[in-house]
T-cell receptor
Framework: ETGVTQSPTHLIKTRGQQVTLRCSSQSGHNTVSWYQQALGQGPQFIFQYYREEENGRGNFPPRFSGLQFPNYSSELNVNALELDDSALYLC?????????????FGPGTRLTVL | AQSVTQLDSHVSVSEGTPVLLRCNYSSSYSPSLFWYVQHPNKGLQLLLKYTSAATLVKGINGFEAEFKKSETSFHLTKPSAHMSDAAEYFCVVSDRRENFNKFYFGSGTKLNVKP
């Protein structure tokens, strides 16, 4: 197992609510990426955080936002939840600047929106 | 833009027979290629990665993959399947243009291993 942890493991929300997911990166890693994995699909890149700033974003609306803290941990916030936001949310940590980087994934947070 | 196509959504093999999971990629720059495995209710685990050092890459649990630039392929193989190999497998590409930090995943191949 990697040293990446995520909380909570499961979450149930209703449409219109807001949710915050948390991720602690592996020791020595300074960058966190977030992915959304809908049922039956591969993970889709949401965004990445490095030095507490967004460092790349996928095709997701602004209601998906994030934070990175000085200890490199990160949060994913989703506002105005929609039914299609139901998915497994994965975070991955890596060390910036390494050529041919591999990413280390956490176990994920399963979000259900009713 | 980069993209990954996994040619089979489901593959079923008998225990002890070879495994072949197919992946084609699209990248304008020198890519990094990875195979990850996802067991039910578990996170993604790296099986192996191609980083331009050698075209035949050996990974964990007896898996290997061959990078073929002319065919833009990176197929995953294993000589003899084990029941514990049943899982979903993802082919992933990243490249220099985005500092190798953004991963593009294929849609996944579910491997079923029959006794």
């Amino acid at each position: 197992e990697t040293g990446v942890t995520q909380s909570p493991t499961h979450l149930i929300k209703t449409r219109g609510q807001q949710v915050t997911l948390r991720c602690s990166s592996q020791s020595g890693h300074n960058t966190v990426s977030w992915y959304q994995q809908a049922l039956g699909q591969g993970p889709q890149f949401i965004f990445q955080y490095y030095r507490e700033e967004e460092n790349g974003r996928g095709n997701f609306p602004p209601r998906f936002s994030g934070l990175q803290f000085p200890n490199y941990s990160s949060e994913l916030n989703v506002n105005a939840l929609e039914l299609d936001d139901s998915a497994l949310y994965l975070c991955a940590s890596l060390k910036q600047g390494v050529v041919h980087n591999e990413q280390f994934f956490g176990p994920g947070t399963r979000l259900t929106v009713l | 833009a980069q993209s990954v196509t996994q040619l089979d959504s489901h593959v079923s093999v008998s225990e002890g027979t070879p495994v072949l999971l197919r992946c084609n990629y699209s990248s304008s720059y020198s890519p990094s290629l990875f195979w990850y495995v996802q067991h039910p209710n578990k996170g993604l685990q790296l099986l192996l990665k191609y980083t331009s050092a050698a075209t035949l890459v050996k990974g964990i649990n007896g898996f290997e993959a061959e990078f073929k630039k002319s065919e833009t392929s990176f197929h995953l193989t294993k000589p003899s399947a084990h029941m514990s190999d049943a899982a979903e497998y993802f082919c992933v590409v990243s490249d220099r243009r985005e500092n190798f930090n953004k991963f593009y995943f294929g849609s996944g191949t579910k491997l079923n291993v029959k006794p």
